[in-house]
Structures are given as structure tokens and as C-alpha cells.
Nanobody, 123 residues
Framework: QVQLVEYGGGLVQLGGSLRLSCAAS????????IGWFRQTPGKEREAVSCISSSGGHTDYLDSVKGRFTVSRDNAKSTVYLEMNSLQPEDTAVYYCGLNGGSSCPVTGYLEIRGQGTLVTVSS
């Protein structure tokens, strides 16, 4: 089954850390750039980060630069998002997705996306 599944969300206090994982199955993850997105009710999705297929290029939303780090292990078919110094405004459902390309940014229609994992940052 072709799918992306996210893990690692949860409740964390202000300033805390979480590591999200995006695990792929049914296809070769290493062929594709992966984007991390977040969404809150009533708002458009927001692109948080992107990593190219090889891992050689990464992009970040300005508000998370220096706090979030994206990485990937193609041998394990997994992409990670390390999130540090979390703020209440980081609260959202986070999901990963791809649009079929190998480079960043990952925009437009997502051919494959996960169901999302909820990150809640309490103050």
C-alpha cells in the first residue's frame, strides 16, 4: 500500500522539543522531495519545511528557522522533523507529503500525504 504515516506528535510545554517521523511504504521514498506542512482549523496549510530527494537541500518557513531541522534516511524510508524551542503558535496538525518532484519546494497538489499528527504546545 502506497502511504506516508506520521509519528511523534503530542503535548509539549513551551520551549520543549519533539521529533516527528514520516514513514513511507509502497514506494521508493528516495526518489522524492518531501514537504512538512501544518494546518490549524479554518486556516490554509502552511509549508514548514522541505528536503530534496537526496537530502542535499532543505528549506524552512522563516518562523521555524533555527528551531526546526529536517533530515531523511532513505535506507529506512523515513523523513524526520526535529522541533526545538516550541512555541504555542507551533500548535497544529503536522503532515508530510510529496508532489512527485525531487526538489524543493513541495507545492501544489500532494500526490501522497499522510493523515497528520497533532502537536500541541502549552504555555
Amino acid at each position: 500500500q502506497v502511504q506516508l504515516v506520521e509519528y511523534g506528535g503530542g503535548l509539549v510545554q513551551l520551549g520543549g522539543s519533539l521529533r516527528l517521523s514520516c514513514a513511507a511504504s509502497g514506494f521508493i521514498l528516495g526518489h522524492y522531495a518531501i514537504g512538512w506542512f501544518r494546518q490549524t482549523p479554518g486556516k490554509e496549510r502552511e509549508a514548514v519545511s522541505c528536503i530534496s530527494s537526496s537530502g542535499g537541500h532543505t528549506d524552512y518557513l522563516d518562523s521555524v528557522k533555527g528551531r526546526f531541522t529536517v533530515s531523511r534516511d532513505n535506507a529506512k524510508s523515513t523523513v524526520y522533523l526535529e522541533m526545538n524551542s516550541l512555541q504555542p503558535e507551533d500548535t497544529a496538525v503536522y503532515y508530510c507529503g510529496l508532489n512527485g518532484g525531487s526538489s524543493c519546494p513541495v507545492t501544489g497538489y500532494l500526490e501522497i500525504r499522510g493523515q497528520g499528527t497533532l502537536v500541541t504546545v502549552s504555555s
